[in-house]
């Protein structure tokens, strides 16, 4: 597959045509650099829908570690189907709640390998019951209507140790190459990568980013807090912190990142009403759900913090999304096509303070 361009890129999210020239778009459709484009693309979409779907989604308790007992691997594969998984639901929910981007999972950690892949067996989309490309479904639901996709990146992906290089490597290929326009990527998590202080499990992450730019220059990378500093954009769980609070990445780093845009990524579903979220990325039988005034003021606190927010949903076993959390995102899309986004501002974000973001 050939590189996506620049027209192709701004194409695929809308940004052709009346749109590209209109007042707030001129600036950046004469933007020489793809990259460029997508960052201020980023900065002004505010808003994206995150989607955890795996063998997880199909326990009570949405973890796969502990388990319930008596539970294996290979019984949750053979009853993942996702006979409800619905692509052009997923995309039509992120469109009618406002938001701009998706950010899915191929894979997490426990399985499966959502994507039609040569090298990531043994439980790939056509290894599985449900014998289908999630990534591809949702790659082309989301282009038809002009969202960007990010696609999650899980550690055993993101390493770069010799004895997985090649064919993590292999994966990005085929997810740049498979998929068409990307928006970019999103790695988990930065907490392995300061704990292997000899870099044994990252040695060739620089190469990784490099590949990824090299195929789809307009992709934007995120790796947490930040790790080597080249990253696009900074992602914080559930609140806006100070860079500076988190003392384990190197100053340098920091200094690089500092003028990066920010995002807070959280959950509609809670363990009980006003908890945090912690560990409730997949679908959890008795889980509290988020109000739309709830995300309301999430969406708040992040435009005042100049960031992005993105708001994870968690399919049902089957693919299917909680009917409370359909109606509270649609509920909030009304609300921002009737009054805009709250706290009123449109500034860029980074992650500099007293700036204009």
């Known amino acids: 597959m050939e590189q996506p361009s620049r027209r192709q890129f701004l194409a695929m999210l809308g940004l052709t045509g009346a749109a590209a020239l209109s007042p707030s778009r001129r600036s950046w459709a004469a933007e020489a650099s793809p990259r460029a484009d997508a960052l201020r693309w980023f900065r002004e979409a505010k808003y ?17 570690r502990p388990r319930p007992p008596a539970i294996t691997d290979n019984d949750l594969e053979k009853r993942f189907t996702a006979e409800k998984f ?6 039509d929910l992120a469109v009618s709640g406002g938001m701009r981007y998706v950010n899915f999972t191929p894979y997490h950690g426990g399985g499966p390998y959502n994507w039609r892949s040569r090298v990531a067996h043994p439980n790939t989309g056509d290894d599985l019951p449900a014998r289908r ?6 790659a082309d639901a989301c282009r038809k209507r002009g969202l960007g996709l990010f696609l999650y990146v899980h550690g055993s992906i993101a390493q770069s140790r010799q004895d997985l290089f090649e064919r993590n490597h292999e994966i990005f290929r085929e997810w740049l190459t498979q998929y068409g326009p990307l928006a970019g990527f999103w790695f988990d998590t930065d907490s392995a990568y300061y704990k292997d202080t000899t870099r044994r499990l990252y040695p060739r992450l620089a190469e990784t980013f490099a590949r990824i730019r090299s195929l789809q220059p307009q992709a934007l990378i995120s790796f947490c ?25 190197p100053a340098d780093v920091q200094r690089r990142l500092a003028d990066k845009p920010v995002e ?3 959950t509609l579903q809670l363990q009980a009403k006003g908890g945090k979220g912690t560990k409730m990325w997949f679908h959890v039988d008795d889980a509290y759900h988020r109000t739309a005034d709830e995300v309301w003021q999430l969406l708040g606190e992040a435009r005042r913090d100049h960031c992005n927010l993105l708001l994870n949903v968690a399919p049902r076993g089957d693919g299917s999304i909680h009917p409370a959390d359909v109606a509270t995102v649609r509920e909030v899309g009304r609300r921002l096509k009737e009054h805009g986004f709250p706290a009123g501002t449109d500034q860029p974000t980074t992650s500099k303070e007293g700036e204009d973001r």
Request: hydrophobic letters at 40%; charged letters at 20%; aromatic letters at 14%.
């Open 133 to 138: 490309d999630l990534v591809g479904e949702l």
């Open 48 to 64: 994206g829908l995150f989607v955890h779907y795996g063998l997880a989604s199909l326990l009570p308790g949405g973890k796969l």
């Open 86 to 91: 619905d692509a052009n639901f997923i995309a």
């Open 264 to 266: 807070i990524c959280t």
């Open 225 to 249: 807090h930040g790790v080597t500093g080249d990253e696009d954009f900074i992602t914080y769980e559930h609140r806006f912190h100070q860079q500076s609070e988190f003392k384990f990445v």
